[in-house]
């Protein structure tokens, strides 16, 4: 495991994570499968999607692996008319990550960021690292206190 941008940032703020390793394949990217290889329930493994709005503002939404985001929920929650998810070629520039190893932590620039309130039924969740490989394990107050999210319902 190398020390991404999302595990330099949690340490230098101080925060209490731990990370876990899996072996990556291509057909099994998806937070449902990496709950599977890591032992944890798919409930508490988030996924970190990138979408844009109607003004080409971006917005990151992170919901349990094994829901679908409800795009008027997100628009709703982010005072937009309507988002779409940006296309995957489009991901690494704006956030300096790739499909499948998406963190919500230390983007390449900071988004206007919200979570599924379902987070904060677990004491611990899991979120991509920020490679395809390694998740962060962290109490869902702090991902939110890192990333300045907003609480919302969003699936």
């Known amino acids: 495991m190398s020390k991404t941008n ?28 990496v709950a599977k290889k890591v032992g944890l329930d798919p409930d508490t493994v988030f996924k970190t ?9 971006i917005f990151v939404f992170i ?6 985001l409800d795009l008027k929920k997100a628009a709703k929650s982010s005072g937009s008319k309507r988002v779409e998810m940006v296309k ?14 998406c963190s919500p932590i230390g983007m390449k620039k900071h988004y206007p960021s919200f979570i599924d309130e379902t987070a904060f039924l677990f004491d611990q969740i899991s979120v ?8 962060i394990i962290l109490e869902p107050t702090s991902l939110v206190k890192t990333i300045e999210a907003k609480v919302v319902d969003l699936i």
């Open 6 to 33: 999302a595990i330099r940032l949690l340490e230098r703020m101080g925060v209490k994570f731990n990370t876990i390793s899996y072996p990556v394949s291509e057909e099994e990217l998806d937070a449902v499968s």
């Open 49 to 57: 999607l990138v979408a844009r709005n109607e003004a080409n503002k």
């Open 63 to 68: 919901i349990p692996g094994p829901y679908e």
């Open 88 to 101: 995957v070629k489009e991901l690494f520039d704006l956030t300096g990550y790739i499909r499948g190893g």
């Open 128 to 135: 991509s690292a920020g490679e395809r490989g390694t998740q």
